[in-house]
C-alpha cells in the first residue's frame, strides 16, 4: 500500500509539474508576449550598438589627436600658430578718389532667397 501510495503522489507532482510548464510555455507564445520579447530585444541590441559606435568615435578621436601632436612634431609645426588678419576687398565706387574697403562678401547658398 506505501507503494501504491508513493507512485500515485510521483505521478500527481509530475502532473502538475508538467502542466505548470507548459502553461507557462503557452503564455510566452501569446503574440503580445512574443511582442514584447522582440521589442526588449531590439533595444537592447540597439543600446549595444550606440555603445560601441560612441567608444569607436571616442578612440578614433584620441587616436587622431595623438597623430597630429605626432606630425605637428615632427614637421616642426607649432600648436598655436597666429593666424592672418582677414583680407579686404576693395569696393569700386565711379565718385571717390580712395577706394573704400569692405569685409569679404558674404554669399548666400539658399537658392531659393530671390524667389
Known sequence: MFRRTFWFTTGVAAGVWATTKVNRKLKQLTPESLAATAANK???TGQR?????VGFALDVRDNMAQREAELGEAL??????ELPAPRRYAAIENNRSTP???????HSYDRNEDH
Do not use: F, T, V
Not at 550598438?49 to 559606435?53: F, I, M, S, V
Not at 616642426?76 to 600658430?81: C, R, S, T, V, W
Open 42 to 44: 531590439a533595444l537592447e
Open 49 to 53: 550598438l550606440k555603445d560601441r559606435a
Open 76 to 81: 616642426g609645426i607649432h600648436e598655436n600658430p
Open 100 to 106: 573704400k574697403y569692405i569685409e569679404s562678401p558674404m
